[in-house]
């Protein structure tokens, strides 16, 4: 069982790892800095406006990408800018569903884009969705699966400081 929780807990600090990109010589502030920029240049979805941007990986057939943004849309975080970069994690027809929304919002080819996206969810270490992305009031970038209450709660209070 030690063994187990062990496992578990250098397989977090990996995930950790594999976020920021360690790059030996990099200071951590300066990894942060490089997620954030590469989210920024992502295809994503704009939902509200505010200082404080938060980038949710989501795929459109998965329901606790939905549920998240269910909730989200139900007015949980108000003073958050949401950033949704869909993926085609889940299939083909996830694939095509996530090129529409791309294509909807911006002038681009919608099956490059979300391949693009797709790369760059991976090239962060995403393995599950949803994943949001945002930067701490420390300026650290964190990150999180899911859409937990106490989460949310967390980002909205972090966004109304």
Not at 13 to 41: H, I, N, P, W, Y
């Amino acid at each position: 069982m030690r063994r187990i929780k062990t496992l578990g807990w250098l397989a977090a600090l990996g995930f950790a790892g594999m976020l920021l990109g360690c790059a030996e010589g990099t200071s951590a502030e300066e990894q942060s800095k490089g997620v954030m920029e590469r989210l920024d240049e992502s295809y994503y979805l704009q939902q509200g406006e505010s200082e404080f941007h938060v980038y949710a990986i989501k795929d459109p057939h998965c329901p606790a990408c939905s549920n998240l943004r269910n909730t989200v849309d139900g007015g949980a975080t108000p003073n958050v800018e949401w950033r949704w970069v869909p993926v085609g994690f889940l299939g083909a027809d996830a694939r095509a569903d996530a090129a529409e929304m791309i294509e909807n919002a911006h002038s681009v080819d919608g099956l490059e884009a979300v391949d693009s996206n797709t790369r760059l969810a991976q090239q962060l270490g995403v393995r599950s969705v949803p994943t949001v992305f945002y930067r701490d009031t420390e300026g650290q970038v964190r990150a999180f699966v899911g859409g937990d209450p106490q989460a949310l709660e967390a980002l909205e209070r972090m966004a109304a400081e």
